[in-house]
């Protein structure tokens, strides 16, 4: 499906944890054709514009008919002025953009990691292994505080197995979701699909954990200002790596999946 | 085709007067699925230079208030890619747009190489020549800001190329009125302005500048009162010499009436920039709404506009 641009109505703004908040809406193109890991930019409600450029936000979730949902967290006026939206009002929404991720060839284990707001496309993923019939999903969410914790466990299919960790520890395991990963790898006995989306420090780290011939494969989902969300305005790279050199990809483009493996981390 | 918007220029005849600036369009082919470049007076591509260019490091682009800051640092193809993969497509698909190549060097003698190139291609209507681009030879000042630059590079190039020359002038001058005089006299077809100001945000919580490389260039709304005061008083200056030449206004273009400030300042052609990364079809509403302008005021052709904010 290509993408395009869509003026749609604001159906529901709900706040679901601090500073975090769901935005739905109903585009039968993107709620149909969207896959996890792929995003879209919302442009603010004509006239009513404190920002200027449309903003890039991944699907967190869609019912495959009309219905996209899209959950983020307060950071600058853009995101604060999405929060004050109320049903009706227009926003545009371009989209859907970017690459996916790969669903497993052979691992019927898939370890997901979602940190902060790194959590939305890992949740959708979550529900799109479960349908595919993997057998064991694993998702690990963490967030700073339980305050920001997002209750996930209804909206998840049955057998994807939760575990949150909070730094304060008011919620789940009290650390970092690596410190849950890591024991977890260990007791793979054959290679899980590992996925991730959340801080960079947190995808270098689980980079740094595992090895390209103990996983099916390690995704990244990275993310960069950005302006056009199209290839343009080359706003939005990151470093990867080729040869003994960094080359510079697009994260609306050539991402924003990238091969964890390959994102030079230590550049970013 | 609205024939009030037909406008003669450079020799060439542009369907509308709107064109997108060079950088916010890419090649044309990432946005014609969604803003096909073939309705538009012409695509300016992003600026070629000889060598393919990785570009700047990350972060490369940032909001500010009313416009946003970049640096890109030219990535780019370069030439020859350019010329084998990028303009055939181009060139089939322009219908009846104009393409303009944006052309840069890092030296009077890269620059005019590759404009005799890219100016000697099939598919290529004009050349508009950045001359905001740093001399490498010349401790980095941009030739733009130099008028001895500007006549070596515009006469250098119109001194090997047969297609119509735009010489796109930087706004970071104490004069772009005699900048714009050594380009017209060094052989220009027509002028563009305004290229991106110098700026700079600082993220106070890290304490250092947003964008990797500290300044950025500053585009959107936020440049465009910069822009037409720009265009106005280069179009005095062309008023006054014996060989005027046509100017293309750029600058915070986000809707007809702001590509009329710049029509009415004195721009025979405007162009949508960063506009195109708000709303990829930025370009085609300013069309519409020039043509539904000059409905509601009667006006037969929009050239009758040009400068009509200087008569008395």
């Known amino acids: 499906m290509k993408p395009s641009f869509e003026w749609v109505r604001v159906k529901a703004v709900e706040r679901l944890a601090d500073k975090t908040y769901l935005l739905g809406y109903e585009r039968p193109d993107s709620a149909r054709s969207a896959a996890p890991g792929q995003f879209c930019m919302i442009s603010p409600p004509e006239g009513k514009s404190s920002f200027f450029l449309p903003r890039p936000f991944s699907y967190f979730r869609t019912d495959g008919r009309a219905r996209v949902d899209i959950l983020f967290r307060t950071f600058g006026k853009a995101t604060r002025l999405m929060a004050s939206l109320r049903p009706g009002e227009r926003i545009g929404e371009f989209g859907p953009l970017g690459n996916s991720f790969t669903m497993p060839g052979r691992a019927e284990h898939a370890i997901l990691l979602g940190g902060g707001i790194g959590l939305p496309p890992m949740a959708m993923l979550a529900g799109r292994l479960a349908g595919a019939g993997v057998a064991r999903i694993d998702l690990i969410y963490g967030e700073l505080e339980g305050a920001r914790v997002v209750k996930l466990a209804a909206t998840l299919p049955e057998n994807v197995r939760l575990h949150v960790a909070t730094e304060d520890g008011v919620v789940g395991h009290r650390g970092r979701v690596t410190e849950i990963f890591a024991p977890m790898f260990a007791k793979c006995d054959r290679p899980p699909a590992v996925y991730a989306c959340g801080p960079n420090p947190m995808m270098a780290a689980v980079a740094s954990m595992i090895t390209p011939e103990a996983v099916e494969f390690y995704q990244a989902s990275c993310e960069q200002y950005m302006a056009c969300g199209r290839g343009i305005c080359q706003g939005c790279v990151i470093p990867v790596w080729n040869g003994d050199e960094t080359v510079y990809m697009r994260c609306c483009t050539e991402g924003p999946v990238f091969n964890g493996f390959e994102v030079a981390w230590t550049h970013v | ?312």
């Not at chain 2, 064109?19 to 014609?32: I, M, N, P």
């Not at chain 2, 946003?68 to 030219?74: A, V």
């Not at chain 2, 009436?257 to 052609?269: D, F, N, P, Q, T």
């Not at chain 2, 509601?296 to 929009?302: A, C, D, R, S």
Request: proline share 6%.
């Open chain 2, 1 to 312: 085709m609205d024939p009030r918007l037909k406008v003669r220029a450079l020799g060439l005849e542009f369907q509308n007067p709107v064109l997108v600036a060079s950088g916010t369009f890419g090649y044309g082919d990432e946005y014609y699925d969604v803003m096909p470049f073939s309705e538009l007076g012409a695509l300016v591509t992003k600026t070629i230079t000889r060598e393919v260019r990785k570009g700047n490091p990350p972060p490369r682009i940032v909001e500010t208030d009313s416009g946003m800051l970049n640096s890109i640092g030219l990535a780019n193809v370069g030439l020859e890619k350019f010329l084998a993969e990028k303009l055939p497509w181009i060139a089939e698909h322009a219908g009846a747009a104009r393409v303009i190549v944006n052309v840069a060097g890092f030296s009077v003698e890269e620059f005019i190489e590759v404009a005799s190139v890219a100016g000697g291609a099939a598919g290529v209507d004009a050349l508009e020549v950045n001359l905001g681009c740093p001399n490498v030879k010349a401790g980095y000042v941009h030739f733009g800001a130099d008028p001895d630059s500007v006549r070596q590079v515009v006469s250098g190039v119109r001194a090997q190329v047969d297609v119509p020359l735009i010489a796109k002038l930087t706004p970071n001058v104490t004069d772009i009125a005699a900048l714009a005089g050594a380009a017209v006299e060094a052989g220009a077809d027509a002028l563009s302005l305004i290229n991106t100001i110098p700026g700079m945000k600082i993220d106070v919580e890290r304490r250092k500048p947003t964008i990797a490389m500290g300044f950025g260039g500053l585009s959107g709304p936020a440049v465009r009162p910069v822009g037409v005061a720009c265009v106005y008083k280069v179009y005095q200056q062309m008023v006054s010499m014996d060989h005027p030449v046509p100017i293309v206004g750029i600058g915070g273009i986000c809707s007809a009436e702001h590509a009329l400030e710049y029509i009415m300042a004195g721009a025979s052609l405007v162009q949508v920039g960063t506009a195109s990364f708000v709303h990829p079809q930025a370009a085609r509403q300013v069309i519409e709404g020039l043509a539904e302008w000059c409905e509601q005021h009667g006006v037969k052709n929009i050239s009758e506009l040009v400068g009509a904010a200087h008569k008395v």
